[in-house]
């Protein structure tokens, strides 16, 4: 049973930067591809990045593309989610999901859609002057 658990979330002046992380325990990340997503209050819940299993690919939401970085850190199995530039429009809880995968070599691409096997609790981030 894989667990995921973010943390980093705050509030932060517009312009400013936050860093998330996921720690994922229970399964190696090695076998997961992880999403981060975000829900606003009244809004549905949106993809802003992923990252690959192997740590090679990653794919990016176009209202984040060039501020937010999505990385792993494998010695920790822990991904992070750097967020530059923030903006009122980035208040959200984030969530990190994860989307098990037993050979990352036969379903090497993270995904922004669809259904994911593993959600952590959320972290908020509040981006407010």
């Known amino acids: 049973q894989l667990q995921l658990a973010e943390s980093g979330g705050g509030l932060v002046q517009p312009g400013g930067s936050l860093r998330l992380s996921c720690v994922a325990s229970?399964?190696?990340?090695?076998?997961?591809?992880i999403t981060w997503f975000r829900q606003a209050p009244g809004k549905d819940r949106a993809a802003v990045a992923c990252l690959s299993a192997s740590g090679g690919y990653a794919l990016y939401a176009d209202s984040v593309l060039g501020r937010f970085t999505i990385s792993k850190y494998s010695p920790e199995n822990t991904v992070y989610l750097q967020m530059n530039s923030l903006e009122p429009e980035d208040s959200a809880v984030y969530y990190c999901?994860?989307?098990?995968?037993?050979?990352?070599?036969?379903?090497?691409?993270?995904?922004?859609?669809?259904?994911?096997?593993?959600w952590g609790k959320g972290t908020l981030v509040t981006v407010s002057s």
């Open positions: 229970g399964v190696s990340l090695n076998n997961a591809h």
């Open positions: 999901a994860a989307d098990y995968v037993l050979n990352p070599t036969i379903r090497p691409m993270c995904r922004m859609t669809g259904a994911m096997d593993y």
